[in-house]
T-cell receptor
Framework: DAGVIQSPRHEVTEMGQEVTLRCKPI?????LFWYRQTMMRGLELLIY????????DSGMPEDRFSAKMPNASFSTLKIQPSEPRDSAVYFC???FGIGITEAFFGQGTRLTVV | AQSVAQPEDQVNVAEGNPLTVKCTYS??????LFWYVQYPNRGLQFLLK??????LVKGSYGFEAEFNKSQTSFHLKKPSALVSDSALYFC???????????????FGAGTRLAVHP
């Protein structure tokens, strides 16, 4: 398996534009996590899914952020409208089962909002 | 409250010396604990995890971690540091409820390890 695949790797957009980040989890994994990493706030969990269903979205910062998982092999994180404070590296991770199984991370998407 | 803490922003160590990166946690029930490493411009890579009953866990690249239930700690260790170990290290804890699929994985703030020649 190629691991968790995120696209794009880099995204530069203007304030107010819509941004969509994409993630393909490892085949067979039933959990998918979205994280945001910044210098100030570290690695924050935004939302996670189990079998394509959102379980906990308490980390989503505000209504401008939304995430979907239409099927087991694809998820999106959308920001509309984007703001400069959304600039960060966004990671997707997937894992199988509950508890002791480790999560595998993608390479991340570096988002810059100007 | 359930949480994970890494009290040190940075750890400096000379090459060849032992290293310790600290992690403490607060969780109800059995803890599911992990260590990850992040190199510049890369995603997080899994190093090791705590398995119930093994207080000393061995992982990748010569790293190990010591679980101490009474101190609620899971410190990362390596007997002899390498310059190539310099990276950002994250401790993580998983909060689980087997009913409903609750399986939240959260990370500490990270500790930057700098190994000097």
């Amino acid at each position: 398996d190629a691991g968790v695949i995120q696209s794009p790797r880099h995204e530069v957009t203007e304030m107010g534009q819509e941004v969509t980040l994409r993630c393909k989890p490892i085949s067979g994994h039933d959990y998918l996590f979205w994280y945001r990493q910044t210098m100030m706030r570290g690695l924050e969990l935004l939302i996670y899914f189990n079998n394509n269903v959102p379980i906990d979205d308490s980390g989503m910062p505000e209504d401008r952020f939304s995430a979907k998982m239409p099927n087991a092999s694809f998820s999106t994180l959308k920001i509309q409208p984007s703001e400069p404070r959304d600039s960060a590296v966004y990671f997707c991770a997937s894992s199988f089962g509950i508890g002791i199984t480790e999560a595998f991370f993608g390479q991340g998407t570096r988002l810059t909002v100007v | 409250a359930q949480s994970v803490a890494q009290p040190e922003d940075q750890v400096n160590v000379a090459e060849g010396n032992p290293l310790t990166v600290k992690c403490t946690y607060s969780v109800s029930g059995n803890p599911y604990l992990f260590w990850y490493v992040q190199y510049p411009n890369r995603g997080l890579q899994f190093l090791l995890k705590y398995i119930t009953g093994d207080n000393l866990v061995k992982g990748s690249y010569g790293f190990e971690a010591e679980f101490n239930k009474s101190q609620t700690s899971f410190h990362l260790k390596k007997p002899s540091a390498l310059v190539s170990d310099s990276a950002l290290y994250f401790c993580a804890v998983r909060f689980v409820m087997f009913s409903g699929g609750y399986n939240k994985l959260i990370f500490g703030a990270g500790t930057r390890l700098a190994v000097h020649p």
